[in-house]
């Protein structure tokens, strides 16, 4: 089992949906989660992160967190052409490293 | 401006050659990382820093090394050892205990 699992997708949304992107993760000491977007060919950029359970909204986004299933969601509402790229799952347990997920594919078609 | 610069964004490898990639910070971040990304399969970490002098083994450090002479600056090396390099390289940074990293703008390494 992996220790951060995404489905790969890619997930295809009409612009102005909602986008649901979720995330698993096998360490139950995990203490804190992290959503990275990635343009093709560029590197990785921070744009939510989530330490307690329940939800964080950052305007139109929005993280989901769940330790006792495990489990971490963004979602984006008003989904556009621009939010287009892959979208990484990363996780932190004892000690400052991430572990990354293989990241889901978005497509907002316009 | 503060950042992460990686240097080159494009590095050719002859076979049995050993590389070095550049990745400079100015955040005053006291930890670095090194990531290698595949096509389909997210980062993975190769070394990391987390403090000056220091330094520890990822999950997939066979075939490089690294130094930490300074605070603001983590080369790699990818030595002949390394049989499939070619690969995008990421290199970040974070201070101590924070919540998130910062990511320079890569180096894509091929081999010719």
């Known amino acids: 089992q992996k220790e951060v699992e995404q489905n790969s997708g890619p997930l295809s949304v009409p612009e102005g949906a909602i986008a649901s992107l979720n995330c698993t993760y096998s360490?139950?000491?995990?203490?804190?989660f992290f959503w990275y977007r990635q343009y093709s060919g560029k590197s990785p950029e921070l744009i939510m992160f989530?330490?307690?359970?329940g939800d964080k909204e950052d305007g139109r986004f929005t993280a989901q967190l769940n330790k006792a299933s495990q489990y971490v969601s963004l979602l984006i509402r008003d989904s556009q052409p621009s939010d287009s790229a892959t979208y990484l799952c990363?996780?932190?347990?004892?000690?400052?490293?991430?572990?990354f997920g293989a990241g889901t594919i978005l497509r907002v078609k316009s | 401006d503060g950042g992460i610069t990686q240097s080159p964004k494009y590095l050719f490898r002859k076979e049995g050659q050993n590389v070095t990639l550049s990745c400079e910070q100015n955040?005053?971040?006291?930890?670095m990382y090194w990531y290698r990304q595949d096509p389909g399969q997210g980062l993975r970490l190769i070394y990391y820093?987390?403090?000056?002098?220091?330094?520890q083994k990822g999950d997939i450090a066979e075939g490089y090394s690294v130094s930490r002479e300074k605070k603001e600056s983590f080369p790699l090396t990818v030595t002949s050892a390394q049989k499939n390099p070619t690969a995008f390289y990421l290199c970040?940074?974070?201070?101590?205990?924070?919540?998130?990293?910062?990511f320079g703008s890569g180096t894509r390494l091929t081999v010719v």
């Open positions: 970040a940074s974070s201070p101590r205990d924070s919540y998130g990293y910062t």
């Open positions: 360490d139950r000491g995990s203490q804190s």
């Open positions: 989530i330490y307690s359970n």
């Open positions: 990363a996780v932190k347990g004892n000690g400052n490293k991430l572990v």
């Open positions: 955040l005053n971040h006291d930890a």
């Open positions: 820093s987390q403090i000056v002098n220091d330094f």
